[in-house]
């Protein structure tokens, strides 16, 4: 980094130049992120139905569970048999805010949870996992945990996909965040809000948008006949953000910290007290923009400032 901040002319008169340079030469790995696309759950879903290193075998005293968000594509938890399927008379709505996995208290991502709908018209499809009886009150521990934030247990029928007319239903538990909890957040500003709440929202599990994308993914794989109108709706609407905005936005964020590190710079004295300042700074700056949620947080800075200008 030194080595390159001191090629360059620091002074006043070209101040935007020196910024542009700067962005180009130190941040060109920042491209945007396209969607991760690995075309592997299916194969491996078909042909791995435990997740077990030893055969544990089945009891009437397990249970299943059932996973309509995450828990279709990040079963943290053991389990000796998964089924793909649906529930009826329900709905999937991403209405349920994230505050300790995909957003935080002061900006909450968003999540998916269940409304009641028409019994015979509606479905949400998703994973039941079967757990030992062995394993039940561990795991059940855990889910509790993971889904602390408004979600609560609820037993219903779940029938597996495709359609086994013979076929009995399964008794499931899943976990529905009601509109009760302090986190349901509703259909609140309708999907264009929803998409840019996602757009610019990250938590400890990571960005709100692989959330999104991972399961948009995964339905696409596990059911590929299925239509889910409001998941599409909203990975469009992210993506346009993503191709159409976030370009933009970051770079502007980008240009506005190195035009600060540069005026710190311009007002030392000598030369070598410049190129120096601008080389620490401008390290710095980019091992804060490898922080997870780096991103999104300047990314919700921008448009606030857009929308307040």
Request: aromatic fraction near 10%; glycine fraction near 6%; proline fraction near 5%.
């Amino acid at each position: 980094m030194l080595r390159f901040v001191q090629g360059l002319r620091l002074s006043n008169n070209n101040q935007s130049a020196l910024v542009a340079d700067i962005y180009r030469h130190c941040f060109p790995h920042l491209r945007t992120q396209e969607q991760q696309r690995n075309g592997q759950l299916l194969q491996s879903f078909d042909s791995e139905r435990s997740n077990q290193t030893e055969c544990i075998a089945p009891t009437a005293d397990d249970v299943w569970i059932f996973g309509y968000g995450s828990l279709v594509w990040k079963a943290d938890f053991p389990y000796i048999d998964r089924r793909r399927g649906f529930i009826c008379g329900y709905k999937r709505r991403f209405y349920q805010h994230s505050i300790d996995h995909r957003g935080i208290p002061e900006k909450p991502g968003r999540v998916v949870t269940l409304l009641p709908g028409d019994l015979e018209a509606d479905r949400v499809y998703g994973v039941a996992y079967r757990i030992a009886s062995s394993q039940k009150s561990q795991v059940l521990d855990h889910l509790d945990y993971r889904e602390k934030n408004g979600y609560e247990r609820f037993n219903l029928h779940f029938h597996e996909y495709p359609v086994d007319t013979e076929g009995t239903a399964i008794e499931v538990i899943m976990y529905m965040a009601t509109q009760a909890n302090d986190s349901y957040a509703g259909d609140v500003w309708q999907v264009p809000c929803i998409a840019k709440q996602i757009f610019t929202s990250a938590g400890p599990s990571g960005p709100n948008r692989e959330y999104l994308f991972n399961l948009s993914i995964a339905m696409r794989e596990l059911f590929p006949d299925v239509i889910d109108a409001h998941l599409t709706e909203l990975v469009s609407c992210v993506q346009r953000h993503i191709e159409h905005d976030e370009p933009l936005l970051l770079e502007r964020a980008l240009c506005a910290e190195i035009e600060n590190i540069l005026n710190v710079c311009l007002a030392l004295e000598t030369p070598q007290q410049q190129h120096e300042e601008l080389a620490q700074g401008l390290q710095e700056l980019l091992l804060r923009f490898q922080r997870p949620g780096w991103r999104e947080t300047y990314l919700h800075r921008q448009l606030q400032q857009l929308e307040s200008s």
